[in-house]
């Protein structure tokens, strides 16, 4: 992950517990946003999915913007490794149809990325 990629993520855990308690919130919203619009998701909902108790959502982020900011920070940085890999890669068009498919898979969050929700 890139520096500046680093520094846009808040406080990057180093704690096993810390790290599983956002992976699965992340992986909670994630869920969500396939589900339903991330305006109209709640941080009991994410808590609930991610089978976290709702205090510990805040021990983690201030608020759903800063959960999704987070994850549109962890995207961003696949999709510059996926970019980085298709310009070195033999098969370009495989490679620009994988990113493209990828994009579509994740078509929930990135409208809520690119639209504010």
Same mark, same amino acid.
């Given at each position: 992950?890139?520096? /500046?990629?680093?520094?846009? %993520?808040?406080?990057?855990?180093?704690?096993?517990?810390q790290? %599983?308690?956002?992976?699965?919130?992340?992986?909670?919203?994630? &869920?969500?946003?396939?589900?339903?619009?991330?305006?109209?998701? $709640?941080?009991?909902?994410?808590?609930? %999915?991610? @089978? $976290?108790?709702?205090?510990?959502?805040?021990?983690?982020?201030?608020?759903?913007?800063?959960?999704l @900011?987070?994850v549109?920070?962890? &995207?961003?940085?696949?999709l510059m490794?996926?970019?980085? /890999?298709?310009?070195?890669?033999? =098969?370009?068009?495989?490679s620009?149809?994988?990113?493209?498919?990828?994009? =579509? @898979?994740?078509?929930?969050?990135?409208?809520?990325?690119? $639209? @504010?929700g």
């Amino acid at each position: 992950m890139s520096v /500046s990629l680093i520094a846009a %993520r808040i406080d990057v855990p180093h704690d096993a517990r810390q790290i %599983r308690s956002r992976k699965a919130l992340c992986g909670a919203l994630l &869920e969500l946003l396939q589900e339903t619009a991330f305006d109209q998701i $709640t941080i009991r909902e994410i808590s609930a %999915r991610a @089978g $976290t108790g709702y205090a510990t959502f805040f021990r983690h982020y201030p608020t759903k913007e800063a959960l999704l @900011g987070d994850v549109a920070a962890e &995207e961003i940085c696949t999709l510059m490794t996926m970019t980085a /890999s298709m310009m070195a890669g033999l =098969d370009r068009f495989e490679s620009i149809l994988d990113l493209c498919n990828y994009v =579509d @898979g994740h078509r929930k969050l990135w409208s809520a990325l690119l $639209t @504010g929700g």
